[in-house]
């Protein structure tokens, strides 16, 4: 395997580990389905948008596994990817301690359709990619990159940000818990923030993109933001 490769598929696993340390010593038990459930869906997901990528688009694969706050070039952004990052771990723990506690119900038909927005998410995280070969894991924009206008991105302006909320919302209703909906708040405020900034980087960096802006009205969500 090349090194990209290798980093690529690396990092899932890492990332598989971490979350089933941040699921199930909370939880402290195996014996909890929801996850096993969230986690096969969760992972085969992020496998097969990185082995299409691997295929298809290894310059986009690139540009996705430098992401994380050390990465950010803009001392704002790696304040808002912190951010994120501690959002994201809350997200998965909240839930974890509210089964082990039991303090909410979920059954399992809804367990099953937060399962169907974590995929959901996924997918429309890899129209994107197909869509655009420029989304960086970190905010930048690249010498030749030029503004995209169709696809997903003639809906909202930011189409991935869509994905990554509707996946996000799906994560502790899949793992059993009303109350993890909560950290959904934090979550959203880390990417609204993430998102305006990006907007004013891509008015300052990117050609074309105040026209583009001025196409496409709804920066997240048609007919609402």
């Known amino acids: 395997m090349k090194k990209l490769e290798i980093k690529a598929i690396g990092g899932l696993l890492n990332l598989l580990f971490c979350m089933g340390l941040m699921i199930f010593l909370p939880a402290w038990t195996f014996r909890y389905w929801q996850a096993w459930i969230f986690l096969f869906v969760f992972f085969?997901?992020?496998?097969?948008?990185?082995?299409?990528?691997?295929?298809?688009?290894?310059?986009?694969?690139?540009?996705?596994?430098?992401?994380g706050a050390a990465a950010e070039k803009e001392k704002s952004q790696k304040v808002i990817q912190a951010f994120a990052g501690a959002a994201f771990i809350e997200m998965v723990i909240f839930p974890a301690l509210d089964h082990r506690f039991g303090w909410s119900y979920v059954s399992p038909y809804v367990v099953f359709a937060g399962d169907f927005l974590v995929a959901?998410?996924?997918?429309?995280?890899?129209?994107?990619?197909?869509?655009?070969?420029?989304?960086?894991?970190?905010?930048?924009?690249?010498?030749?990159?030029?503004?995209?206008?169709?696809?997903?991105?003639?809906?909202?302006?930011?189409?991935?940000?869509?994905?990554?909320?509707?996946?996000?919302?799906?994560?502790?209703?899949?793992?059993?818990?009303?109350?993890?909906?909560?950290?959904?708040?934090?979550?959203?405020?880390?990417?609204?923030?993430?998102?305006?900034?990006?907007?004013?980087?891509?008015?300052?960096?990117?050609?074309?993109?105040?026209?583009?802006?001025?196409?496409?009205?709804?920066?997240?969500?048609?007919?609402?933001?």
């Open 44 to 67: 085969t997901s992020s496998l097969a948008i990185t082995l299409y990528l691997m295929k298809n688009d290894p310059k986009l694969l690139e540009r996705r596994v430098k992401g």
């Open 120 to 225: 959901m998410g996924f997918f429309i995280v890899f129209l994107v990619f197909k869509e655009n070969s420029y989304t960086s894991g970190i905010i930048e924009v690249a010498a030749e990159q030029q503004v995209i206008s169709t696809g997903p991105y003639a809906l909202v302006r930011h189409p991935m940000y869509a994905g990554v909320l509707i996946l996000l919302t799906g994560i502790p209703v899949a793992l059993g818990s009303w109350w993890g909906l909560l950290t959904i708040i934090p979550m959203t405020v880390v990417l609204v923030c993430r998102l305006v900034s990006e907007e004013r980087f891509l008015e300052k960096n990117l050609r074309g993109y105040s026209e583009y802006r001025g196409r496409v009205s709804y920066r997240l969500a048609p007919f609402i933001w």
